[in-house]
């Protein structure tokens, strides 16, 4: 992996020589807009700067605070209750979302040159070996036609055993528009292999003597493989007039249109081992091998309407989801047992005994479709007070009565201040893995089967989410300050064997601060997030969070050449206070609450340097450098340490040619 990454990037870097003296602004070379939900487009912008380019983990760019295994690419989910990824319906996507190539996260792209960048990290330590690397390249065809590639992979060996992982991601996207027709388009592969370690067997660290690879792990010999690929195609008709008020009689603002949206989306995960101790399960010797898979295929269709007495916009939608859900489990054993396979596929069950005399296999499938109604309104963008409000209802299938309604206010009052307003209600059935899941170990099935009716019933309740919060952000004063509160009914809890239902109301409040302190050319950036819980057995949080960045910031100017070399020189600050973290499942692929250690209360500092030359950016960064000075409750989830200190390199650099 090493060489090929080193490869690519001569390949690039010998290429990059041609034209290094273009101008380095890339606002005048190239455009770029992500579609929102409303099937409207928001710009996106190309970050050319310092200041993240050492944060070359995905996860820590949306959340400072998380538990996780530790590692690059191993699952994790917020320890900010606001900015928790809800439960996709293929349950074990939801860990991963930061690494995943998806049609919400594609940015699209219009270039009056092709453009391609390169970001590549790696450590110094080659025992650990972690390589990652990210290119983009794009470019039009014509005025109209743009397409493009994105490729990324992780490579992480690990400080610990068993700790391997290559996590790889494909897309292919294309974007297109006309007067009167536009598309777009985009194909995204995504594979993640995984060692999976159950993580370390001493859960104090007091008995790693030399190094990390000494402390015992409690899997040795299991895998899993997880697999995503999903197809996104979106084309549109634009019309001059759909309605008597809804006019648009400039031509480069046609904004009546008529869409059809198909997505398709496949997932697998297996799971493999041939453990007898740490399940506590089985005591049969043999190989356990899971699969879980999921098909589902989205038909809508769109009307969206533009300028409504020059106001506002509004559109609605009708979508049809059919989904697919199958488990298939296996054991090489040297006993002979007989056993019965559920097929269930919309509504009818069959149950077949099979006998294989050395393989046994079990497979259940389930089917089932959803129909939702959508629409939503907004705000004209040139409008101070700008708002957004959208909903949609489940119209019938598993997910019907299911309701979402949320609305976004924001208002400018000023260039350099703005105060938003966001409040939302929904309404949702639990994911149907969650109520269905089976495994050699672990089987689950929250609901009930009524025969004479020949209904798959769930018994999990529509979970209830009201949120609310209030905002200020002020660019001046470079300070954003947010307050959030939620309610949640019957919220899905997971402990150690399965997912259950707690079926009163928890409340959960947060405040928010972020801000910038300059002094000369000394810069100090803070994030800070105080968390409170009225059940905090049941949605456990830190109840402080806090980021600090401090670092100096100069630009050095060469008067011979004319050329400017920008330094960024500090250090990096992570905390959180001591809480109930999480524990890990390996074969269920889920995390769980667990009661036995609180972790946190943890300093973790990095050092580092990043210097700019141009379109070429570079950093060094010493990570966990107070590692072994702070104490050893260092943990990011029960069991599973962070690495110890390491010194890691990276670059970014930008072409246009």
Same mark, same amino acid.
């Given at each position: 992996?090493?060489?090929?990454?080193?490869?690519?990037?001569?390949?690039?870097?010998?290429?990059?020589?041609?034209?290094?003296?273009?101008?380095?602004?890339?606002?005048?070379?190239?455009?770029?807009? !992500?579609?929102?939900?409303?099937?409207?487009?928001? %710009?996106?912008?190309?970050?050319?700067?310092?200041?993240?380019?050492?944060?070359?983990?995905?996860?820590?760019?949306?959340?400072?605070?998380?538990?996780?295994?530790? &590692?690059?690419?191993?699952?994790?989910?917020?320890?900010?209750?606001?900015?928790?990824?809800?439960?996709?319906?293929?349950?074990?996507?939801?860990?991963?979302?930061?690494?995943?190539?998806?049609?919400?996260?594609?940015?699209?792209?219009?270039? !009056?040159?092709?453009?391609?960048?390169?970001?590549?990290?790696?450590?110094?330590?080659?025992?650990?070996?972690?390589?990652?690397?990210?290119?983009?390249?794009?470019?039009?065809?014509?005025?109209?036609?743009? /397409?493009?590639?994105?490729?990324?992979?992780?490579?992480?060996?690990?400080?610990?055993?068993?700790?391997?992982?290559?996590?790889?991601?494909?897309?292919?996207?294309?974007?297109?528009?006309?007067?009167?027709?536009?598309?777009?388009?985009?194909?995204?592969?995504?594979?993640?292999?995984?060692?999976?370690?159950?993580?370390?067997?001493?859960?104090?660290?007091?008995?790693?003597?030399?190094?990390?690879?000494?402390?015992?792990?409690?899997?040795?010999?299991?895998?899993?493989?997880?697999?995503?690929?999903?197809?996104?195609?979106?084309?549109?008709?634009?019309?001059?007039?759909?309605?008597?008020?809804?006019?648009?009689?400039?031509?480069?603002?046609?904004?009546?249109?008529?869409?059809?949206?198909?997505?398709?989306?496949?997932?697998?995960?297996?799971?493999?081992?041939?453990? +007898?101790?740490?399940?506590?399960?089985?005591?049969?010797?043999?190989?356990?091998?899971?699969?879980?898979?999921?098909?589902?295929?989205?038909?809508?269709?769109?009307? #969206?309407?533009?300028?409504?007495?020059?106001?506002?916009?509004?559109?609605?939608?009708?979508?049809?989801?059919?989904?697919?859900?199958?488990?298939? &489990?296996?054991?090489?054993?040297?006993?002979?047992?007989?056993?019965?396979?559920?097929?269930?596929?919309?509504?009818?069950?069959?149950?077949? %005994?099979?006998?294989?005399?050395?393989?046994?296999?079990?497979?259940?499938?389930?089917?089932?479709?959803?129909?939702?109604?959508?629409?939503?309104?907004?705000?004209?963008?040139?409008?101070?007070?700008?708002?957004?409000?959208?909903?949609?209802?489940?119209?019938?299938?598993?997910?019907?009565?299911?309701?979402?309604?949320?609305?976004?206010?924001?208002?400018?009052?000023?260039? #350099?201040?703005?105060?938003?307003?966001?409040?939302?209600?929904?309404?949702?059935?639990?994911?149907?893995?969650?109520?269905?899941?089976?495994?050699?170990?672990? !089987?689950?099935?929250?609901?009930?089967?009524?025969?004479?009716?020949?209904?798959?019933?769930?018994?999990? #309740?529509?979970?209830? &989410?009201?949120?609310?919060?209030?905002?200020?952000?002020? /660019?001046?004063?470079?300070?954003?300050?947010?307050?959030?509160?939620?309610?949640?009914?019957?919220?899905?809890?997971?402990?150690?064997?399965?997912?259950?239902?707690?079926?009163?109301?928890?409340?959960?409040?947060?405040?928010?601060?972020?801000?910038?302190?300059?002094?000369?050319?000394?810069?100090?950036?803070?994030?800070? /997030?105080?968390?409170?819980?009225? #059940?905090?057995?049941?949605?456990?949080?830190?109840?402080?969070?806090?980021?600090?960045?401090?670092?100096?910031?100069?630009?050095?100017?060469?008067?011979?050449?004319?050329?400017?070399?920008? /330094?960024?020189?500090?250090?990096?600050?992570?905390?959180?206070?001591?809480?109930?973290?999480?524990?890990?499942?390996?074969?269920?692929?889920?995390?769980?609450?667990?009661?036995?250690?609180?972790?946190?209360?943890?300093?973790?500092?990095?050092?580092?340097?990043?210097?700019?030359?141009?379109?070429?950016?570079?950093?060094?960064?010493?990570?966990?450098?107070?590692?072994?000075?702070?104490?050893?409750?260092?943990?990011?989830?029960?069991?599973?340490?962070?690495? +110890?200190?390491?010194?890691?390199?990276?670059?970014?650099?930008?072409?246009?040619?």
């Amino acid at each position: 992996m090493r060489k090929i990454c080193f490869l690519i990037l001569f390949i690039f870097f010998h290429h990059g020589l041609v034209f290094c003296n273009n101008d380095p602004d890339t606002s005048t070379i190239i455009y770029s807009w !992500r579609l929102t939900d409303c099937n409207l487009t928001e %710009p996106s912008f190309i970050d050319t700067t310092l200041d993240k380019i050492h944060l070359y983990n995905p996860m820590l760019k949306n959340s400072f605070s998380n538990t996780y295994l530790g &590692y690059i690419g191993a699952p994790y989910h917020s320890n900010d209750f606001f900015q928790l990824e809800p439960m996709s319906n293929f349950i074990f996507k939801s860990y991963f979302k930061a690494y995943l190539a998806s049609p919400d996260e594609i940015n699209y792209y219009n270039t !009056r040159k092709p453009f391609t960048k390169v970001d590549y990290s790696t450590n110094t330590v080659k025992l650990m070996d972690n390589e990652n690397l990210h290119i983009i390249h794009t470019q039009n065809v014509n005025r109209d036609l743009n /397409v493009g590639l994105d490729y990324s992979v992780f490579s992480n060996y690990g400080q610990y055993s068993d700790q391997k992982i290559v996590n790889q991601s494909l897309t292919a996207f294309s974007s297109y528009k006309r007067k009167r027709y536009g598309y777009y388009f985009n194909i995204n592969y995504n594979i993640i292999n995984r060692q999976e370690n159950g993580g370390i067997v001493d859960s104090s660290l007091k008995h790693i003597v030399t190094n990390n690879l000494d402390a015992t792990v409690n899997l040795e010999s299991a895998t899993s493989k997880y697999k995503n690929m999903n197809v996104y195609l979106n084309q549109s008709i634009f019309f001059d007039r759909l309605l008597s008020f809804a006019d648009t009689s400039n031509e480069n603002e046609r904004n009546n249109s008529i869409s059809y949206i198909v997505y398709f989306e496949r997932n697998k995960r297996q799971y493999e081992d041939n453990d +007898t101790v740490f399940y506590n399960k089985n005591k049969s010797l043999g190989n356990y091998v899971d699969s879980s898979f999921s098909w589902s295929l989205n038909n809508e269709v769109q009307v #969206n309407f533009g300028k409504v007495f020059n106001v506002f916009r509004w559109g609605v939608s009708l979508l049809n989801v059919q989904n697919i859900l199958k488990y298939q &489990y296996s054991r090489d054993s040297m006993n002979v047992f007989l056993r019965n396979t559920y097929v269930i596929s919309g509504n009818s069950l069959v149950q077949t %005994p099979i006998l294989n005399d050395s393989l046994y296999s079990w497979k259940s499938k389930f089917s089932y479709p959803d129909h939702y109604f959508k629409f939503y309104l907004t705000a004209l963008p040139d409008h101070k007070l700008y708002w957004t409000f959208k909903g949609q209802y489940g119209i019938s299938g598993y997910n019907h009565g299911d309701i979402s309604l949320k609305l976004n206010l924001k208002q400018a009052l000023d260039k #350099n201040n703005i105060i938003f307003l966001n409040a939302s209600y929904e309404l949702t059935r639990p994911s149907y893995m969650l109520q269905n899941f089976e495994s050699n170990r672990y !089987r689950w099935t929250n609901n009930t089967n009524d025969f004479n009716q020949t209904k798959y019933l769930p018994t999990f #309740n529509q979970t209830g &989410y009201t949120h609310a919060s209030i905002g200020y952000t002020s /660019v001046s004063d470079k300070i954003n300050i947010s307050i959030n509160y939620g309610i949640i009914n019957n919220i899905i809890c997971i402990d150690s064997i399965s997912p259950y239902q707690y079926n009163k109301p928890v409340n959960v409040g947060s405040l928010s601060i972020n801000k910038l302190f300059v002094l000369g050319k000394f810069c100090s950036y803070f994030k800070i /997030v105080y968390q409170i819980t009225s #059940n905090d057995t049941i949605v456990r949080l830190p109840k402080l969070s806090g980021y600090n960045s401090t670092y100096f910031d100069h630009t050095f100017n060469f008067r011979n050449t004319g050329g400017q070399l920008h /330094v960024q020189l500090g250090a990096d600050f992570y905390w959180n206070s001591a809480f109930f973290m999480d524990g890990y499942n390996p074969e269920t692929g889920l995390f769980y609450h667990q009661n036995e250690k609180k972790s946190g209360n943890y300093p973790y500092v990095n050092v580092f340097g990043k210097f700019g030359l141009k379109r070429f950016l570079f950093f060094i960064m010493y990570e966990h450098v107070n590692s072994g000075f702070s104490g050893l409750n260092y943990f990011n989830a029960y069991h599973y340490p962070m690495d +110890t200190k390491s010194l890691k390199i990276g670059l970014t650099w930008l072409f246009y040619d």
